[in-house]
């Protein structure tokens, strides 16, 4: 699978962004899904993730209340809706799939990744 992931930009706190990932493939309701952040000097983190009917989801605590993901397989789509943002969101934020399970996602061990779209929030 094939990640193209978009919608970044700058944005105040307290704003809202939503990015989307486009997939590529026909497999793509076999994979859970997920986005992660990676802040300059930082380690990538896990941020959300979402079983492959969509049906369940999983959040950081960090942004737990604030960010929704969703997906739509038909369009081959994910989406992460961010409100609220504060300048700790400030980060690369990466489209990933993964094959195997929500707990390998969060690993991101096994995933696949797209290229990074800039979050960048002002105070």
């Known amino acids: 699978v094939q990640l193209q992931a978009s919608g970044g930009g700058l944005v105040q706190a307290g704003g809202s962004l939503r990015l989307s990932c486009a997939a590529s493939g026909r497999t793509f309701s076999t994979y859970v899904m997920g986005w992660f952040r990676q802040a300059p000097g930082k380690e990538r983190e896990f941020v959300a993730t979402i079983t492959r009917s969509g049906g369940t989801t999983y959040y950081a605590d960090s942004v737990k209340g604030r960010f929704t993901i969703s997906r739509d397989n038909a369009e081959k789509m994910v989406y992460l809706q961010m409100n609220s943002l504060k300048p700790e969101d400030t980060a690369v934020y990466y489209c990933?799939?993964?094959?195997?399970?929500?707990?390998?996602?969060?690993?991101?061990?096994?995933?696949?990744w797209g290229q990074g779209t800039q979050v960048t929030v002002s105070s």
């Open positions: 990933a799939a993964d094959p195997l399970s929500v707990a390998s996602m969060r690993q991101g061990k096994n995933n696949y």
